[in-house]
């Protein structure tokens, strides 16, 4: 599953404040990604990252940024949380950019009260 | 974009009953197409994948999708269900050249013992 963990697994948070969820990778993966999954909606791209440094925003991006310092870290922020970002965020990682199987991490069960 | 559609939400199930998931996807162009499952509590597996070759693929746990794609299809089927089964199912497809995902809204599956 490509050593990919997620921290917290847990947070809850008051609506205003900011949050820095945070993705780590064991397998030197090029390619990174966020989602987030909300009931009837499945899951849904927030951004990705395909090389340190190089981000690029998903379908639903608004509200969320992103850094990538190093191969094996990807963080995702919340620079103002709103009770809409309440969810469960999933990170994902890749080697391959094309033809190539995503491997997920636990997921982050955020609460924005 | 892709668009991915899951009918169907919610399955109910007896064990040993029959299992077969739809999935159609809208891109006319050459796809990636997989299957994710959601055990309760955990993350997202890789349950199988298509990328070229034979259109009927044979996944873990018994588990094989067809992909059709004079009808944009990728269906998932077992042919007998356990309780252990009891998961969400996520069709996911991919364009040929990139791999951000797009997914359908899932499959909520309760096998009854």
């Known amino acids: 599953d490509a050593g990919i963990t997620q921290s917290p697994r847990h947070k809850v948070t008051e609506t205003g404040t900011p949050v820095t969820l945070r993705c780590h990778q064991t397998e030197n993966h090029r390619y990174m990604y966020w989602y987030r999954q909300d009931p009837g909606h499945g899951l849904r791209l927030i951004h990705y990252s395909y090389g340190v440094k190089d981000t690029d925003k998903g379908e639903v991006s608004d509200g969320y940024s992103v850094s990538r310092s190093k191969t094996e870290d990807f963080l995702l922020t919340l620079e103002s949380a709103t009770s809409s970002q309440t969810s469960v965020y999933f990170c994902a990682a890749t080697e391959a950019e094309e033809s190539d199987t995503q491997y997920f991490g636990p997921g982050t069960r955020l609460t924005v009260l | 974009a892709q668009s991915v559609s899951q009918h169907n939400h919610h399955v109910i199930l007896s064990e040993a009953a029959s299992l077969e998931l739809g999935c159609n996807y809208s891109?006319?162009?050459?796809?990636?197409l997989f299957w994710y499952v959601q055990y309760p509590g955990q993350h997202l597996q890789l349950l199988l994948k298509y990328f070229s070759g034979d259109p009927l693929v044979k996944g873990i746990k018994g588990f094989e999708a067809e992909f059709i794609k004079s009808k944009f299809s990728f269906n998932l089927r077992k042919p007998s269900v356990q309780w252990s089964d009891t998961a969400e199912y996520f069709c996911a497809v991919s364009s040929y050249g990139n791999n951000r995902l797009a997914f359908g809204k899932g499959n909520q599956v309760v096998v009854i013992p």
């Open positions: 891109y006319g162009g050459t796809v990636n």
